[in-house]
Nanobody
Framework: VQLQAFGGGLVQPGGSLRLSCAAS????????MAWYRQAPGKQRELAAG???????NYADSVKGRFTISRDNAKNTVTLQMNSLKPEDTAVYYC?????????WGQGTQLTVSS
C-alpha cells in the first residue's frame, strides 16, 4: 500500500498550507494515522497523529499551529498548518502508527522561507 502525500510548497514564515494524503487499500481502517516529517540532516519524527475516532496528538513543536483530520470514508488524512516557521521545513509523509515500512511514499516538500 502506498500513501500519497501532496500539497507541499514554498511558504513565507507566518503563512499557512494544507497537506493531504490519500491511500488505497485498507490501511486507514481502524488504524492510527499520522503525519511524519524529516528535516534535512535529522531523523524522521511524528508531527501529528489521529485515531480512527478522531482523537489527536501533536508534537510540542507544532501544537497549537497544526491540525490533523481524517475522512475514513474517503481514505484521506489532512494536515492544516498555520503560523509556519522556517524550522517546519521538511519532507512530510503520512503513514500509520506504527508506520508501515512499505507505505512511506515520496512525501511532499514544505519549505518555509522568506
Amino acid at each position: 500500500v502506498q500513501l500519497q502525500a501532496f500539497g507541499g510548497g514554498l511558504v513565507q514564515p507566518g503563512g499557512s498550507l494544507r497537506l493531504s494524503c490519500a491511500a488505497s487499500g485498507t490501511i486507514f481502517s481502524n488504524n492510527l494515522m499520522a503525519w511524519y516529517r524529516q528535516a534535512p540532516g535529522k531523523q524522521r519524527e511524528l508531527a501529528a497523529g489521529i485515531s480512527s475516532g478522531g482523537s489527536t496528538n501533536y508534537a510540542d513543536s507544532v501544537k497549537g499551529r497544526f491540525t490533523i483530520s481524517r475522512d475514513n470514508a474517503k481514505n484521506t488524512v489532512t494536515l492544516q498548518m498555520n503560523s509556519l516557521k522556517p524550522e517546519d521545513t521538511a519532507v512530510y509523509y503520512c503513514n500509520a502508527i506504527p508506520p508501515d515500512s512499505g507505505s512511506w511514499g515520496q512525501g511532499t516538500q514544505l519549505t518555509v522561507s522568506s
